[in-house]
């Protein structure tokens, strides 16, 4: 997918396990290092908010799903 993108500008990791599972990511950035996208172990144990030190940025970014599914459910409603 990668390819046919040209490249990344970048990668997030959000929701339950993107924002709390350290050996989750780790494992999806252990190959991704042809992309410009190298871990920085320290920066990802303490979950961010960037945990890559290489040129493309991967971030963690704190979400509030339930939130999200009450708003559009309100607007659902409306």
């Given at each position: 997918?990668?390819?046919?993108?040209?490249?990344?500008?970048?990668?997030?990791?959000?929701?339950?396990?993107?924002?709390?599972?350290?050996?989750?990511?780790?494992?999806?950035?252990?190959g991704?290092?042809?992309l410009?996208?190298?871990?920085?172990?320290?920066?990802?144990?303490?979950?961010?908010?960037?945990i890559?030190?290489?040129?493309i940025?991967?971030?963690?970014?704190?979400?509030?799903?339930?939130?999200?599914?009450?708003?559009?459910?309100?607007?659902?409603?409306?």
């Amino acid at each position: 997918m990668t390819a046919v993108l040209g490249g990344l500008d970048g990668l997030v990791f959000c929701g339950g396990i993107g924002e709390n599972a350290a050996p989750i990511r780790a494992r999806v950035l252990r190959g991704m290092g042809y992309l410009g996208l190298v871990m920085d172990d320290e920066a990802n144990a303490d979950n961010g908010p960037r945990i890559t030190s290489g040129a493309i940025p991967a971030l963690v970014i704190p979400t509030d799903e339930e939130s999200v599914i009450a708003k559009a459910l309100l607007a659902v409603l409306a």
